[in-house]
């Protein structure tokens, strides 16, 4: 009996995979939603349709179309995903003020922010900390999540951002690679394989523009994590413009030299970002007056609000 009842119960990554590539017709739109890859998002499906044995999407050359069934199918499972959720939350609402679910970037929350949770802890030894790492937005809704660091613009639905502090950026490489490619003036740098990161889509245009230069540039890798673009450098694969603060024991080392001695400001910057659902929580409010203080401290002027 038990198993036939669990036929009729999808798991709800299966479900959530469904509802969303059900929402946006499309399986790799689905996937950055999701946070998962698009074979992830493939595997789901398939396991729900086999599931149910039935077809819940056409395969066509614009993407996927819902079929009969599943159109059906998707405005239940939607309403029933909504409903989860709600009652998620409210459950989550009755908690005590304890714990602190906090999203963090992978190389800023352990070279910045580790190094001063200790002082948060002494202050409120009450409170628990959750922590998360997350890049890029993502949807506060059933996350559980009360509040995250974000780097880039204070454009983020549904949120208060809160302006914890600007980064200077450098061009930096191994001193290998800047023997074998040397630099002689700034342009140079245009010819020679340049990183990208996700969460700083400009920034190579903007540091050059601050130069006064507006000539193109080849294309090159492109990351996801901080860490990763780091390591590239260090095994001598490019040039990354990376924060200073965040390099420094690369920098001290030698791992790591300067590609050309110019720093400007970043089009981006640090935020703490909470949902409007969770400003009353203290917890949250607690470690925001906390961070801002300390981001303020370390910039040497103080914050603002966004």
Not at 42 to 48: A, D, E, N, V, Y
Request: aromatic share 10%.
């Amino acid at each position: 009996m038990l198993t036939h009842q669990r036929r009729f119960l999808p798991s709800t990554s299966a479900l959530a995979a469904f509802d969303s590539v059900a929402k946006l017709g499309s399986f790799s739109a689905a996937a950055n939603e999701l946070a998962l890859t698009q074979g992830a998002i493939s595997r789901q499906i398939g396991l729900l349709e086999d599931q149910l044995g039935v077809r819940l999407f056409e395969r066509t050359n614009r993407g996927v179309e819902l079929t009969p069934i599943g159109k059906t199918y998707a405005k239940g499972i939607g309403q029933a995903l909504a409903t989860i959720r709600t009652l998620s939350l409210e459950a989550m609402a009755t908690r005590d003020d304890t714990h602190l679910r906090l999203a963090i970037l992978p190389t800023f929350g352990t070279r910045w922010l580790m190094p001063r949770i200790p002082d948060f802890l002494a202050k409120n030894p009450s409170i628990i900390i959750d922590f998360a790492t997350r890049i890029g937005q993502f949807e506060f809704e059933g996350s559980g999540i009360d509040a995250a660091i974000h780097i880039g613009e204070p454009n983020w639905p549904g949120t208060d951002s809160q302006f914890l502090m600007h980064e200077m950026v450098v061009p930096v490489c191994s001193p290998t690679f800047l023997t074998q490619n040397p630099v002689r003036r700034a342009e140079d740098l245009l010819s020679k394989p340049l990183f990208d990161m996700a969460s700083r889509p400009r920034a190579w245009d903007h540091w050059f523009e601050s130069l006064g230069i507006s000539e193109g540039r080849g294309g090159g890798m492109r990351f996801e994590q901080f860490s990763n673009v780091v390591q590239a450098c260090v095994a001598g694969l490019g040039i990354a413009l990376v924060p200073t603060f965040l390099i420094e024991p690369e920098l001290s080392g030698g791992q790591l030299v300067r590609a050309w001695d110019h720093e400007t400001k970043s089009a981006s910057a640090y935020y703490l970002v909470r949902p409007l659902s969770k400003m009353a929580y203290q917890p949250a409010s607690k470690f925001a007056n906390w961070i801002i203080e300390e981001a303020r401290a370390f910039s040497g002027h103080p914050a603002s609000s966004s």
